[in-house]
């Protein structure tokens, strides 16, 4: 099985891969994890991660610069159907739209907006950053294993605002609900960082490496 991490000048790559490659070791499954900005890479992947770190636009940007980048990645998840996982930004250009920075179309693969976090307790801090608690909001393969309650890492100003509920897999609290995972068909994306998530982030992770969707 090969996986590909996107490699477009954003995202903690060396640390995704590591986990990768450890949440592979640990479950004995056969797997070349490759991080990697080369398009014909992409199009061979059998899983596709895509990372982001940073503003909406600067990440849409960073993968359009790469040509036929964004291409391969819509007919990877579009097209061939490969099981798909974003990660921080990566999840948020799964959206329709982005308004970091004045607004920026989205992959559209989930019907909502990128908004600027709000919490309602004006004490709590933008960024939010730091560990939250994982709340499930409907069951999926990739959450199998993941302890209710489970704390996760979380390192960011904007989250997606879902227009449809079956879309959203899990919240956290920040001064109200926040959107922390994703998911429809063969794609899913969290806001929260596995990689940096310790054991719910690895066996989340395992999930998604042996997710048949």
């Known amino acids: 099985m090969k996986l590909a991490i996107v490699d477009y000048g954003s995202g903690n790559l060396r640390s995704a891969a590591k986990a990768f490659e450890r949440s592979a070791r640990e479950t004995g499954l056969n797997a070349e994890i490759n991080v990697t900005g080369d398009v014909d890479a992409i199009a061979a992947a059998d ?10 636009r600067d990440c849409l940007d960073g993968l359009t610069a790469i040509e036929g980048m964004a291409e391969a990645i819509r007919h990877a998840a579009e097209v061939r159907q490969v099981p798909f996982f974003g990660i921080c930004v990566g999840m948020q250009l799964m959206a329709s739209i982005g308004r970091e920075h004045g607004d920026t179309e989205g992959f559209g693969w989930i019907p909502g907006a990128v908004e600027p976090l709000a919490p309602s307790d004006k004490a709590l801090k933008i960024p939010h950053m ?43 609290d920040y001064g109200g609900a ?13 806001q929260f960082h596995p990689e940096k998530s310790q054991a719910a982030g690895l066996a989340l992770i395992a999930n998604f490496l042996n997710w048949e969707p």
């Open 47 to 56: 899983r596709v991660v895509l990372p982001g770190v940073g503003a909406f």
């Open 178 to 190: 926040v959107t922390a995972m994703v998911g429809r068909d063969n794609i899913v994306g969290t």
């Open 130 to 172: 730091g560990w939250n608690a994982l709340q499930s909001a409907a069951e999926h393969p990739l959450l199998a294993g993941v302890p209710a309650g489970a704390h996760v890492y979380f390192v960011h100003s904007f989250a997606l605002q879902a227009e449809k509920a079956e879309h959203v897999l899990a919240t956290t």
